[in-house]
T-cell receptor
Framework: DTGVSQDPRHKITKRGQNVTFRCDPI?????LYWYRQTLGQGPEFLTY????????KSRLLSDRFSAERPKGSFSTLEIQRTEQGDSAMYLC????????????FGSGTRLTVV | AQTVTQSQPEMSVQEAETVTLSCTYD???????LFWYKQPPSRQMILVIR??????QNATENRFSVNFQKAAKSFSLKISDSQLGDAAMYFC???????????????FGKGTKLTVNP
């Protein structure tokens, strides 16, 4: 098990284009989280899944953002009609849900909207 | 809503010395968890240490220890015998106790950049 994988590592896109990111969690982890981190800030929660069910969404997740976790395995985060303000690091994390096990973060996808 | 405040944007320490990073939080909940995460440059976030709010004993992990003051809502991180590899951004984070219907999300502070001088 190599931990949480995110793809791509970097994405440059033109304003108005759609982008999709993928996260592969640790295989036995039933919970998956998406966070956004802008320069000089701590990560901000976007959404989380327990298995395939999306249980919580932040108000930061506007209608241009959608996340899925089909079959409770990998997850995708899509941003439609990207704006310059969407430029950030998008972090994925997974956990077993118990405090004892904590969260394991991926290395993130850095999005630059030009 | 819970908030986490890290009042030190940057800190520096000499190699082998001790440094303390500050964190305060605001919550109306009685049960929760607190974490310190380390984020090296261009690398993934790593859990350093965690604390359950109901435990009075401060958590320790090798050279890392916390000073948890529940009444003061303070959760500082002490790094002893600092090493060059400790240089990173350090984030304090809060999470509700899920069994009481709290959110599973982590609420992070803005971070403290730690520099270790040789």
């Amino acid at each position: 098990d190599t931990g949480v994988s995110q793809d791509p590592r970097h994405k440059i896109t033109k304003r108005g284009q759609n982008v999709t990111f993928r996260c592969d969690p640790i295989s036995e982890h039933n919970r998956l989280y998406w966070y956004r981190q802008t320069l000089g800030q701590g990560p901000e929660f976007l959404t989380y899944f327990q298995n395939e069910a999306q249980l919580e969404k932040s108000r930061l997740l506007s209608d241009r953002f959608s996340a899925e976790r089909p079959k409770g395995s990998f997850s995708t985060l899509e941003i439609q009609r990207t704006e310059q303000g969407d430029s950030a690091m998008y972090l994925c994390a997974s956990s077993l849900g118990s405090f004892r096990y904590g969260y394991t973060f991926g290395s993130g996808t850095r999005l630059t909207v030009v | 809503a819970q908030t986490v405040t890290q009042s030190q944007p940057e800190m520096s320490v000499q190699e082998a010395e001790t440094v303390t990073l500050s964190c305060t939080y605001d919550t109306s909940e009685s049960d929760y968890y607190l974490f310190w995460y380390k984020q090296p440059p261009s690398r993934q976030m790593i859990l350093v240490i965690r604390q359950e709010a109901y435990k009075q004993q401060n958590a320790t992990e090798n050279r890392f220890s916390v000073n948890f003051q529940k009444a003061a809502k303070s959760f500082s991180l002490k790094i002893s015998d600092s090493q060059l590899g400790d240089a990173a951004m350090y984030f304090c984070a809060y999470r509700s106790e899920m069994t009481q219907g709290g959110s599973e999300k982590l609420v992070f502070g803005k971070g403290t950049k730690l520099t270790v001088n040789p």
